[in-house]
């Protein structure tokens, strides 16, 4: 099948390329750009030298809608939205990895977003282990958040059995620095990033919403999303803490058997006896999750670990796209964490 | 004044001597260790080359404590119960930077450490800006821990006010691996630990107490610490997020306003109108300290950032000797954070 | 196949496992280990979770001959030699990946290493790159050095033409701390060794002899080789400086030009138009090589970057079984760099 | 005294600041900038809150030389030069932390840098330790690069003696990212630049010509440097590492011997028994130096460690104005290196 990518320069960019490259079904036909049109893939991505042999051109959308089978969209968030209609007008199939199809109601989108150019398309929202059989005949996926992929996955088995206070969800996250992009900033530039914590949008980053969404389908009810995320100076990797609160007792090893029953047919969830690290998942597309309960409190603290930039993005994508073309789900997300 | 350490060869040890060589009212007696008795004190901490010219000897309890005006005891928990009588019985004043007389009962000491061999020692709790007229007096100071420090610091002015549900205290915290000790093991080796991140002991780590008794004593009523530690791959810092849930509404100006007041005079606790970052305090013995509250649920996040090493543990002690003899509070604390 | 690997629990055990399951050819029979029997590989290294299922064993050897076309011994030095000829008896074909049979004469051997206990066993030098046709038929392939590996592939062409003085070959060398191996260590612990540069067995390195013998032998006359290897606070890499000085004017476009000949058909090795980064080869078993030639002074500075536990250990052993069983040299190998 | 820094938001001015507000005779009298003027300081170097309070402002640079005794300018190339006349003009001294007056002929300043605009200003090389009586009475100090700064320590007591080949001076030196400047670039965005080795400016980098000057000062004859500069992922720190050959056979311990005695009476060089590491200085002024000798090939390995911008630039132009000034050479450079 023919894919093109648009958004070849950024981090999920290269990302898409790394991984397709290797994937049995895919021709990658198109690589395109912004800033970068006119330069060999890999002098953008030096990694892929001799690999993938691609220069990246100015799209015009139609004509790769047309020439496509699949258009992966890896922009930032305002950009998808100005051409996914004319991509799905060609019938291409697209795979928005930006933020511009994640939220049903586009008042939300536009409050924490911008103005939306195209709503109302019909877009599944794409967190593979939820939302199978939609994403199956799905001509528009919007691919989860990162930040979102790792907390709903480390609770949505809580959500059906109704075991929890909803009023208070506490999610802290923190992140690896590929998960804000490509481009220089000051609070990117490694001598003032490296050996630095920090929180950022500590009460209203763009992902609540995202995720109180999705909560709140699993959960059936209004839910109460407490999320801060952090920037921690790793290049990739995130590790989710959810602190929640059961409305009774549990019992540790009976949530842990919850998980593993919830998870069981996923070929990317792996339910851990111990707890999760991010190097355990790096460069891979598994979510690693794991659970304790206070023997005190009874708070559960369940937490997950994914890469940001595959499970949290390209990984998950290409995931996707194996459920949208009836391939195996793991082609070409085969390869195995980079650890150490 | 004379001045003794013992447990030389640690960090905080290390820490100890690299801040009261700068002390101008302290004169450094003796260095005492265990596993590196007859080394130079500089082949153990080789910034002090030229700097301190002392050899770690094996320390006979009664002299160092007849030989010096005030000892550091900058060992493990465990340890410095074993012959801090002997210290005071000499007529030295302690300060403790182990866990052994941080709490205040015994039994919780050993249900999270081990049995306690000087129970019932009139020991002060040694966070500077809230027991300073104790300190002042005592002969035993507990010098607090890393996590416990920051975590109520970035809490205490709500206590004051009976602003939040006690029921309800997050408190996920981020530390900086120096806060593991000198001790090599698999989880602190470099290829392992570098570009990872975990939590661990998730609910019961040994400063939840800790954190219970003092959190307890400024609210004046029970609370309940849902405390979760980080390890992340930088040497030093904490970041400490602690998500509180306010009883009645209230204004993020206005608990500014609180903290500020709360902490106008403290020479080393800034509040600041945006938030901490570790390598703002890195080196130094500042506690930076900044909040919000979400418009949305009402969530107070607190978060503060330390040196662990520093305000966390030996800058910390050398403040309390500070307060203890009447020294200026600032002196031989002058340094600024090294950033980046 | 039938795969065996003694040595399952260091860091190229751990390589071994990550790349050869997903090797088409490959099964792999036995995991074997010292420190470690009875543990599930996936509790030693968490990244195989779920992806295969071995127990750690402990060997006995002959059985493991036996059972294996091929052993692949990830031990460190000293400890292969006592077992590899059982290996072989059983005619199992051996790749071993610790030094002990590099080097041609168990004289410098013993001078650099220790006594050894198998001396005179027919070995071929596994720098794939050069001697792919002996490899070919090899029974016992002794796989080169991380620093070996990138310095001798930096210079290697400037040797088929004569070009250099061979009294002054400067090799400076800055590796990853994987390089160093999984067992902790002061000089490995993270606090201590992140955020820090140091140089290490600065004039007499076990892999200068290694370095000599091969270069002398591409050479066809005695050489210098002056080695300092650095330990560099990142998990993986090698970057390998190499200062030489030509004996006539060079032109750099002809040098590459040569460079780009000698390595023509070579899958694993690109030489680049710019210089390499650890990171376009992170993960990979590429050979990144680039080179400058100084306008003032005619120094060639000829860089190589590599993975020092793919191309630098378990990757070019795959790659060595490849050539071995006649596989295509890809098989097994065909995972782009992680960048970022 | 008086003390007004030009170039006040980059790391060089970040540091004079860190350094100067515990320095007991100066004053701080105005900090100029040119992209930041009207914050506070603090704003720019959060760890400055509460510490220094002066708001940078644009510099009428007249006025500046007028009320200052001294002034640093902390700027790029080519900007001091357009306004070095004017303040001594105005009878300021000044000490230039950029490259502007460090080559003594200006065909090669321009050769490496750009058009000169004030040549021939009567300026002194501020290598504390070699120049120190010229230092005395300069109006103008031309503060020494980082990279000179580590590489001409390492070597100068060899020039003394007439040691070694003047032909084959190999420096192969490793910088932490703070060297290049605070802003930011994409060769600094810390994911591409964390867990990432490379070389840059392999054959011509402009400190080249500036460290050949001085050694040829040194030499008393031409000399052939081969300089070479790496960038590594740590925040502060120069590994210098210089390779030379002696004309005849030399012993080591001779060689210790020799450099003790020429840094005998230094502040800020400490000749160590060990190989030196860049945290034991990181923070401090001082530069350590290690050396080995090699048994097979007498290659001599001179290594030297400093924080780059102490040492290597604004604690050396402290050091510079101490001297200038007549006060303790160690005045407001007490701090020991912060380790871990």
Redesign the interface.
């Known amino acids: 099948m023919k894919v093109s990518v648009i958004g070849a320069s950024g ?1 999920t960019g ?1 990302e898409l ?2 991984l397709l ?2 994937h049995r079904e895919v021709e990658i036909v198109g690589a395109y750009g912004k800033t970068t049109i006119g330069k060999d893939l890999s002098e953008v ?7 993938v042999d691609l220069t990246i051109e100015e799209p015009k959308y139609r004509e790769v809608g047309e020439s496509s089978d699949l258009v992966f969209t890896a922009t930032s968030h305002g950009v998808a939205m100005k051409f996914v209609p004319d991509l799905l007008d060609e019938d291409a199939r697209v795979i928005d990895i930006s933020a511009d199809y994640r939220l049903d109601d586009v008042r939300v989108y536009e409050e924490y977003y911008q103005k939306h150019e195209s709503p109302g398309l019909e877009a599944v929202y794409g967190l593979s282990e939820i939302y199978r059989s939609e994403i199956e005949k799905a001509d528009l996926v919007a691919n989860p958040g990162c930040y979102p992929t790792a907390a709903i996955l480390s609770l949505a088995p809580l959500f059906s059995e109704e075991l929890i206070d909803l009023e ?1 969800i ?1 999610i ?1 996250s ?1 992140s ?3 998960g ?1 992009g ?5 609070k ?13 949008n ?3 980053h763009r992902h609540s919403p995202e995720i109180k969404q999705e909560v709140e389908k699993l959960a059936g009810g209004e839910a ?1 999303i ?1 999320f ?1 995320p ?1 920037l ?6 995130i ?1 989710n ?1 959810s ?1 929640v ?1 059961p409305q009774d007792t549990v019992d540790e090893d009976k949530l842990i058997e919850l998980y593993e029953n919830f998870y069981d047919d996923e070929p990317f969830v ?1 339910v ?1 006896e ?11 597309n598994f979510c ?1 999750v794991g659970l ?6 009874g ?1 559960i ?1 369940a ?1 997950s ?1 994914i890469d940001n930039l595959v499970k949290g993005a390209s990984g998950q994508a290409i995931q996707n796209m194996n459920i949208m073309f009836g391939f195996d789900e793991r082609m070409g997300l ?7």
Do not use: M, W
């Open positions: 981090y290269g390329f790394r490259c290797n991505h030096p990694s892929l030298q001799d690999i208070h506490v802290d923190k690896g620095t590929s804000a490509a481009k220089p900033s000051q990117l530039h490694h001598p003032t990033c490296a050996e630095n914590l920090r929180a950022y500590v009460t209203a109460t407490h801060t952090h921690i100076p790793i290049t990739r990797g590790l803490t602190h609160f792996r851990l111990r707890l999760p690290q991010t190097n355990a998942v790096r460069g891979s690693d304790e309960v206070s023997e005190n409190s708070r603290v937490i670990a085969e390869e195995i964490a980079l650890r150490p």
